[in-house]
């Protein structure tokens, strides 16, 4: 008997114990024990088992199942391997996969509803002990939730498939949690009503008919796509990125290479013939829903997903679709910009100016370069200026210049003498930096203005007869005065800014008349524009520097296009053919150096969201130092891009400033779904030089306009012929 009871003690322990070191482990251990007591298990186990400072209980019934064994602590972070898209891959992938599972099932409920309600606080826990095991960047955290989303619904499922579903009809066995599940009690029980629900029932139903719908599922298992494309490029010895056709094509093939299911076959022939004709150049991958995949499938793409490239990839990401929530600018926010705008003008009119000084420097530094020791000194003027009988001309500078000699002063833009003088000592100490101090003595150009004006009164070249002046030292210039008799020639010739005044149209003479005469001292045209042309009010100032530039093809800024605009308007007045098209003003989505990319996206929102659905948004903008056009019709979502630069898209930032915007209207509008807009080039000449490129934007503006006056709508074309860039100045 005592025998006896022994041995029924002894077996009444052992199926006691595992229930009692349960509840003794979950008293008195704190969660930071527990879990260093079942260290980071990387690999899903086999066996219901608990691990205490590295040893193993389990039950005598448990413990011929056991197939694996606990890793322990290797105490080095593991680097997982990412490819392009941002996919893990290789051995340590389908490690940390493995462990992340281990952790949803370990840290996260099973009685939550959905991923939503999960608290942050838990999924926090799941990323730092991820991060506290493997080397992954920061951003891959979003991702490694997602993971864990799946990872813990498809345990979720398999305990209904395997607990709930088949004693659906004896709730007697669904009392208690499965054996070594680890789940608590209440937990169980709420999740066994959740999924005898009705509710549920409907929800499982509809989601098994969707699974039947995928009719070619993929044999890749662990390895994934991610796997399958570093293979496949290996094997090809390239790092070009691979069709996604393709993968998924070599994803449903199975290691025989045999293909049973006809349809499946038919696909395939469909994939073979779109991929050949895009080698031949008969087919055009256009993007969302226009790619080989999904013309040969006959099915759209799904807005979260993309077929053929595993997990983790959404249409953000492979066809760089981008979108945000709006937001609006509050008032001291606008303001702010509208200033910063301000201030970009001015510095863009002040680089200009810097810009032409330093060309002419290194003209004046090249023409002292070509003279040798032997050779005869030439004038820095221009030849239709100065008349070649006139003898040597040195530029000299502030330190070799010599008091009482006779100076010839040059014109900053021209180069052209303006006055003479001699160099004296200059009086007092406020007297400006690199300048010389010259009594003037004759005066060629009476209406040059002084650079250093002598008071309010005294600002032309003409009131400074018998004064001393201030003037650029690399200005001044020594000259022989034997050439007297010719200065009455000299005097007929006035200052042009302008190189090539003579070949200039009348129109562009007028213009530049004007400027000459009446924009003194930084002054400018000003010029309003109706409400009704940007949508608000606008106005720019018109600087000689302006007209300058635009006479000379020389590189313009956004006033120049401003003014054509203003221009191509009045004739969509007197056309009354307003209704076709709106101009956005190119300063408000042109690059900033401060202006963030959000900015630049709300600006442009706000610009088409005023465009009615009988107009296209007609969108100049300066992209970094160079001019390209845009033209928008956000009801179609469609894009044209003019680059005169090449026929592709070279800025990523602009397109997907524009997705930005296109997404903002959306949400306007409310319309759904993540589509993602269609672009299409616009292929024209290519711009000659690296200065034209405003000219071939505003002449293509111009083309689109005379097509609304003469047709009366636009017809955008793919391929423009367009003239000479000179008939824009017109």
């Not at 469909?270 to 993007?287: N, R, V």
């Not at 018998?466 to 690399?474: D, K, L, N, Y």
Request: charged letters at 30%.
């Amino acid at each position: 008997m005592k025998a006896r009871s022994e041995i029924w003690l002894q077996q009444e322990h052992n199926k006691s114990f595992i229930s009692w070191l349960r509840v003794r482990l979950e008293q008195t251990s704190s969660e930071r024990l527990k879990w260093m007591a079942n260290g980071p298990n990387k690999t899903v186990l086999t066996y219901q088992s608990y691990l205490v400072k590295g040893v193993t209980y389990h039950t005598k019934e448990r413990d011929r199942l056991r197939t694996t064994q606990n890793s322990g602590a290797k105490g080095i972070k593991e680097v997982v391997e990412f490819n392009s898209k941002q996919q893990p891959y290789g051995p340590v992938a389908s490690e940390i996969q493995s462990y992340i599972g281990v952790l949803a099932r370990k840290e996260v409920k099973i009685c939550y509803n959905s991923w939503k309600d999960v608290p942050k606080e838990v999924k926090e826990k799941i990323w730092d002990h991820v991060k506290m095991s493997y080397q992954v960047e920061d951003n891959w955290k979003i991702k490694c939730f997602e993971s864990a989303c799946t990872k813990w619904r498809q345990w979720k499922s398999g305990l209904y498939k395997k607990h709930i579903l088949p004693n659906k009809d004896n709730p007697d066995k669904l009392n208690d949690p499965p054996s070594g599940s680890g789940i608590r009690q209440e937990d169980w029980r709420q999740y066994v009503i959740s999924r005898m629900s009705d509710d549920f029932k409907k929800l499982s139903s509809l989601q098994s008919e969707r699974c039947k719908m995928n009719q070619f599922p993929h044999r890749l298992s662990r390895r994934g796509y991610a796997g399958l494309g570093e293979q496949l490029k290996d094997e090809l010895h390239g790092d070009d990125e691979i069709d996604r056709a393709i993968m998924w094509k070599k994803a449903r093939v199975v290691k025989s290479g045999d293909i049973e299911d006809e349809k499946l076959k038919n696909t395939f022939e469909k994939i073979d013939d779109y991929i050949q004709q895009k080698k031949e150049g008969k087919f055009k991958s256009k993007g969302w829903g226009e790619d080989v995949l999904t013309r040969a499938l006959e099915k759209p793409e799904h807005s979260g997903r993309v077929r053929g490239l595993g997990s983790y990839i959404t249409p953000t990401v492979y066809f760089k679709q981008f979108g945000e929530k709006e937001k609006g600018l509050k008032p001291d926010e606008k303001t702010e910009l509208m200033e910063a705008r301000k201030h970009i003008a001015k510095q863009d009119l002040l680089l200009m100016q810097l810009q032409e000084r330093l060309t002419r420097l290194e003209e004046q530094k090249e023409a002292d370069d070509e003279k040798g020791s032997c050779s005869v000194k030439q004038p820095v003027h221009p030849v239709h200026l100065i008349d070649e009988n006139i003898e040597d001309v040195e530029l000299i500078s502030e330190m070799e210049a010599s008091l009482g000699k006779s100076v010839s002063l040059l014109s900053h833009s021209s180069k052209a003498i303006v006055a003479y003088g001699t160099v004296v000592t200059p009086s007092g100490d406020s007297f400006p930096d690199g300048c010389l101090c010259v009594a003037i003595d004759e005066v060629l150009d009476p209406d040059m203005l002084l650079p250093y004006p002598i008071s309010d009164n005294s600002q032309n070249l003409g009131d400074a007869v018998g004064s001393h002046i201030a003037w650029p030292a690399f200005l001044v210039t020594v000259k022989e005065m034997s050439q007297k008799k010719k200065m009455k020639e000299i005097k007929e010739v006035k200052k042009r800014m302008v190189n090539n005044y003579d070949s200039l149209k009348s129109s562009l003479k007028v213009l530049y008349l004007y400027g000459e005469r009446n924009l003194k001292n930084g002054e400018g045209i000003l010029i309003s524009f109706d409400d009704d042309v940007f949508g608000c009010e606008f106005e720019i100032h018109l600087h000689i520097e302006d007209i300058v530039s635009f006479c000379e093809l020389e590189p313009i800024s956004g006033n120049c296009i401003a003014a054509y605009i203003c221009y191509l308007y009045k004739i969509l007045v007197e056309k009354d053919r307003i209704d076709t098209c709106r101009f956005m003003d190119p300063f408000s989505v042109s690059y900033v150096p401060k202006q963030s990319q959000d900015d630049r996206a709300r600006a442009l929102f706000q610009g088409i969201e005023k465009v009615s659905t009988t107009q296209l948004a007609i969108v100049p903008c300066n992209v970094g130092l160079h001019w390209i056009l845009t033209v928008i019709d956000p009801h179609k979502e469609s894009i044209y891009l003019f680059d005169p630069l090449c026929h592709r898209i070279r800025n990523d930032t602009w397109t997907q400033t524009v997705n930005k915007a296109i997404f903002m209207y959306n949400a306007k509008i409310g319309r759904r779904g993540k589509k993602q807009p269609h672009w299409e080039i616009v292929k024209g000449p290519i711009q000659p030089d690296s200065k034209q490129c405003g000219f071939f934007v505003m002449r293509y503006m111009k083309e689109i306009i005379d097509e609304i006056a003469i047709k009366g709508s636009i017809s955008l074309k793919s391929h423009v012929q367009m003239g000479d860039m000179s008939t824009v100045q017109v």
